[in-house]
Structures are given as C-alpha cells and as structure tokens.
C-alpha cells in the first residue's frame, strides 16, 4: 500500500510541476504499466507543496476506506489500482493542503492579482504603438519607410535608414518584464523592468553615438573609434568605444552604477564637457556608483554575476538591505510592498533565486525574517 500513496503523491506533485527528474521517470515506468493513469486530472492548487512526508497517512487511510466502502455498491471490484490510486490521491490532497494552509505553508494566491501592462514604442512622431511579445511587425516613419521591425522579445532597427537628422524612437518596459533593442551600429541593448531608452532611429555620421537610459539595461556596444557610444542617466554619462556593462539608474535609487564586463569606459557628470583628464576611468571587472546625495562617485571590485543576472531573471542578493531588495521584486514581479514592519527596513539579506515565483520568493524570505504577510490584489502586506 505504500506503493499506492506514492504514486498518488507522484501524480499530485506532476499536476503541480514540481517532480524531480527521478519521480518523473518512476512515474512514466508506472504508467506504462497502468495507461489509465494519464487520464487522471487534478486542478492545480499552488506553485509547489512541500512536506509531502508529514501527512497522517493513518487518516489519510481511513478516507481510503471511507471512500471505498461508499463505493462497493457502484463497482465490482472496488480494490482496483485504479480506484486505490483515485482515492490516495484524493486523500492526500485535501489532507495535505489542508496541512500546509495550516502550517502558513502557503497563501491565498488567488488574491494576488498582477496585473499584465504592455512595453511601448514612443516614435518620432509622437504616436506610442503597443509592443506584442509574442508578435512581429515592421516598424515605419512618418514617410512610410520601413525602419525596423521586431521579432518577438527584440527591436530590430535597420543600418540603412536614410535619416539625415536625429530622429528618436523610446522603447519603454514596465514592471515584470524584459526587452531587446538592436540599434542601426548593430549595439544590442537588455532593457530591465522598469525601465526606458531613448534612441536615435539611425546614428548620424559625425555625431556622437548617445542614448539616453531611465532604468537598468545591458549594453553590447559595436566598435566605433570615431564615434564614442554615450549612455546618459540624468546626472551621469559613461562613454565608450566598444565594450559590455550593465548600467543601472532607477530614479528611485540614491546611486547610479555602472559595471564593466570588458575593455574600459570613463565617467563623468552629464552636465560637464567630456574631459579624458578629469572623467573617471573604469577598468573591467569593476563597477562606478554616483551617490546622488553626495556626487561623488566610488570605484570597487564587482560580482559582474550579481549586476547582470537579471537578464536571465534571476535575481542574486548579497547583504542587500530589505528596503531595497522589496524595490527589485515590485520590478521583476510587477507588484507592490507595504511593509508595516519597520524592524526589517535595514536588515541585510543573502539569497539567490533562479525560477521561483514571487509566492516562493516572499515565502523564503518571510521565514529567514520572521514576519507574516499577505494578499490584497496586487500588494503584498508585510506584517510583524
């Protein structure tokens, strides 16, 4: 009978996409056996469930007989595997969530409702079109020129544009979601949630490569000795010739930093005239931040892994203050704090997180600190 309870198990943990490689193979060798099984159906309660061990099994038992003995009268073998498999499962279910919700295992999901706002494309009109993720259009000016298009997750712009003028296209990304630019010099440019880049639709000859960044992106600059690429973020500019680093500038945040991967890049106020005596030059495998209280700008050996994993959406702390790790997850995620616990505002946190959704999230960090929450459309209350 053991068997009986672990397959069941198997099948509930399956429906909840959460099997481990090994369970998914034990399963399919049992269904090979037993084919009914792949008509079984369960609703999806949660992300995950945990414990699967604590279940009273003894109770779990009883519901089996229960269930059994309602049914003779119904079947002539109510022994079956499948019946056994039917009714474990059942059992196992509604005791183990029943357990779990018990144990503040798990919240009131249902009641976190993110809501699903679009990326838009300013263009040099002045009209904003809607950017489909999923979708692929051409992008066209106002004469009717093809200039770009996009390809899914990516903005495609064109090297053979024949703009004489600077004409600007803004690409913006809310929160919860990623993006793509491909400029006309072949730059790629990783915009972050929360974030928007101004552009030139084509780079004129002659004139300085510059775009202009509200947020967190991740440059891939193409080679341009005669034309340095310039990246400017309010107070900030970084100028380069060709290289990779990620720059982050939310205007919530008190710094702007600026992380080098390769080559090297210089910094100076965007309110001063380029000077290569007096910017401050960055070397790879080092990050500038711009303190905006007191405008001065710190060089230190980075984690590069730390500033660049959200292009792949994880999302990696380090002795982050708890203020400042509730601003990335409203990005990533799309939702909203308000924490009541002022305790926790400058307590520091190491965590990484790789696929886990913000319930998991929030769930991991409500244990290491000890603070209880919950569900109110799209925020999340956080309580002593």
Do not use: C
């Not at 004469?143 to 090297?159: E, F, P, S």
């Amino acid at each position: 009978m053991n068997t009986i309870f672990h397959i069941a198990r198997l099948i509930i943990k399956k429906k909840l996409e959460v099997l481990t490689p090994a369970e998914k193979l034990q399963l399919k060798e049992f269904k090979k056996e037993h084919p009914f099984l792949s008509k079984t159906n369960f609703s999806k309660i949660s992300d995950t469930l945990r414990s699967y061990e604590t279940i009273d099994k003894d109770k779990a038992w009883e519901t089996i007989l229960l269930k059994t003995e309602q049914s003779k009268t119904k079947q002539k073998n109510p022994f079956s595997i499948r019946s056994w498999i039917k009714y474990a499962a059942v059992a196992i279910l509604f005791l183990g969530i029943g357990f779990l919700y018990q144990q503040g295992y798990l919240g009131d999901t249902s009641s976190l409702d993110i809501p699903n706002e679009f990326i838009t494309l300013e263009l040099g009109n002045g009209s904003t079109k809607i950017i489909n993720e999923d979708g692929a259009s051409e992008l066209i000016d106002n004469d009717g020129n093809i200039i770009g298009n996009q390809k899914g997750k990516t903005l495609v712009y064109g090297a053979t544009v024949s703009n004489e003028t600077l004409v600007y296209n803004t690409l913006t990304v809310p929160y919860g979601k990623r993006f793509e630019v491909l400029l006309s010099d072949g730059t790629r440019v990783h915009l972050n949630a929360g974030t928007s880049l101004k552009y030139p639709v084509k780079f004129i000859e002659g004139h300085n490569r510059q775009v202009f960044l509200k947020g967190e992106a991740f440059f891939e600059v193409s080679k341009d000795e005669k034309h340095p690429f310039i990246v400017n973020a309010e107070e900030i500019n970084v100028r380069v010739l060709g290289t990779q680093f990620n720059m982050s500038s939310y205007l919530e945040d008190a710094k702007i930093t600026t992380v080098l991967l390769e080559g090297s890049v210089v910094v100076y106020r965007s309110n001063e005239t380029y000077n290569q005596d007096t910017a401050t030059l960055l070397n790879s495998g080092f990050k500038a931040e711009w303190n905006s209280n007191n405008h001065v700008i710190k060089i230190d050996k980075a984690d590069t892994e730390i500033h660049t994993a959200w292009m792949d959406g994880r999302l990696i702390l380090n002795g982050v203050p708890f203020n400042d790790i509730l601003k990335k997850l409203e990005r990533q995620y799309n939702v909203v704090f308000i924490n009541n616990d002022k305790t926790l505002e400058n307590r520091r946190f190491t965590a990484r997180f790789d696929v886990e959704s913000i319930h998991q999230v929030i769930q991991s960090l409500s244990y290491s600190a000890s603070f209880n929450y919950e569900f109110e459309s799209n925020k999340i209350i956080i309580n002593p």
